[in-house]
């Protein structure tokens, strides 16, 4: 929109997308990783996780409190091995790499 973006600045503009149009090379996954947890202030613990349109998969370090987990539900083989491909192309993309369990 006529305005340059900084080079620390990761992403790009949505604006397309508030106006009903979806670029034909616009992400349908996103990768993330929080660890502002140290402080207490935020009242979340550390994680990382991919979030697409219909699904996510979020890795918390040895504190699964999500809701309704289902990643060992057969029913979700599919979705669980295609969120994980997805979920290590993702980290490479961005040269981020999971915590070791334990």
């Known amino acids: 929109m006529g305005v340059d973006i900084p080079d620390h600045v990761q992403g790009r503009s949505f604006a397309p997308?508030?106006?009903?149009?979806?670029?034909?090379?616009?992400?349908?996954?996103?990768?993330?990783?929080?660890?502002?947890?140290?402080?207490?202030?935020?009242?979340?613990?550390?994680?990382?996780?991919?979030?697409?349109r219909t699904h996510k998969l979020i890795c918390y370090y040895n504190d699964p409190l999500e809701i309704e987990n289902v990643i060992d539900d057969p029913?979700?083989?599919?979705?669980?091995?295609?969120?994980?491909?997805?979920?290590?192309?993702l980290q490479t993309e961005v040269g981020d790499t999971p915590y070791p369990e334990g």
């Open 17 to 52: 997308i508030l106006n009903g149009q979806t670029p034909d090379d616009w992400p349908m996954s996103m990768y993330y990783r929080y660890w502002m947890h140290r402080d207490g202030s935020h009242n979340c613990r550390a994680h990382y996780g991919i979030r697409t």
């Open 75 to 89: 029913s979700y083989a599919a979705v669980r091995a295609e969120l994980e491909t997805e979920l290590a192309r």
